[in-house]
C-alpha cells in the first residue's frame, strides 16, 4: 500500500531476475473512491551518468497523452539535463508518451534499456516531483538539483487539461477512480 498525503494506493511488483541481469516487472495499481492523484507510476533513482536518453516513442519534445497531435512516433535522442523545460513556475515536466522502448546510457554507451510490453510514458529528470514542488521558480532549480537521474516510468498519467485559464482534463484524460491499472516492462543491462 503507497499513502500519499490522504490517499492510499493498494499495489503491486512482480519482478523476474534472469541470470544475465535481465529484469522482467509486472505492476498493477488500484485506485478507490477518493483517488485524486496525477499519476501512478514506479520510480528509479540511476546512477549520474546515464545521462544519455535515447527512446522510440514521441517526440521530440514534451508531451502529454492530451497534448501530444505535433509529437510524432518516432526514435529521440537528447540528454537527461535537456529534457528540462524553462518554465517560470517549477512543476512537473519532461514526459514523454506512447514509449516502447527507453535506453539511459553513458558516455560509452553503457546503461539500461527498458522495453515496454504495450507501452509506457516517461519522464527523466535531475528533480523529484516532490522537490519541484516544493520551489517555487524555474529559477531555483539549481537550488534541488541532484547528481542522479530520477526515471519515472508511468502506467497511466493524468491529461494537463487548460486549469490555468480554463477546465480541467476531459474525462477521457483522467485517472478513473475504483479500478485496476497495470502494466510491465524488461529491463536489460546495456554492457
Known amino acids: 500500500m503507497a499513502t500519499v498525503g490522504k490517499v492510499q494506493v493498494p499495489y503491486a511488483v512482480t519482478y523476474r531476475v534472469y541470470g544475465d541481469g535481465t529484469l522482467d516487472v509486472d505492476a498493477c495499481f488500484t485506485t478507490g473512491v477518493d483517488f485524486d492523484l496525477p499519476r501512478l507510476a514506479l520510480q528509479l533513482f540511476l546512477n549520474p551518468e ?58 560509452q554507451g553503457r546503461g539500461v534499456k527498458i522495453t515496454a510490453a504495450d507501452r509506457l510514458d516517461f519522464s527523466a529528470q535531475h528533480y523529484t516531483d516532490k522537490e519541484l514542488w516544493q520551489v517555487k521558480y524555474g529559477h531555483d532549480l539549481p537550488d534541488i538539483y541532484r547528481t542522479e537521474v530520477i526515471l519515472n516510468l508511468d502506467c497511466i498519467q493524468t491529461g494537463l487539461g487548460n486549469a490555468s485559464c480554463g477546465p480541467g482534463p476531459r474525462p477521457e484524460y483522467e485517472i478513473k477512480k475504483n479500478t485496476v491499472y497495470r502494466y510491465a516492462f524488461r529491463l536489460q543491462p546495456l554492457r
Not at 72 to 82: A, D, I, P, Q, W
Request: glycine share 8%; net charge negative.
Open 50 to 107: 546515464l545521462e544519455h536518453v535515447s527512446w522510440y516513442g514521441r517526440g521530440p519534445f514534451e508531451n502529454y497523452c492530451d497534448r501530444k497531435n505535433a509529437a510524432y512516433v518516432g526514435r529521440y535522442e537528447t540528454t537527461v539535463s535537456e529534457m528540462a523545460e524553462p518554465y517560470v513556475r517549477a512543476q512537473t515536466m519532461g514526459g514523454r508518451t506512447d514509449t516502447k522502448w527507453i535506453t539511459l546510457t553513458d558516455a
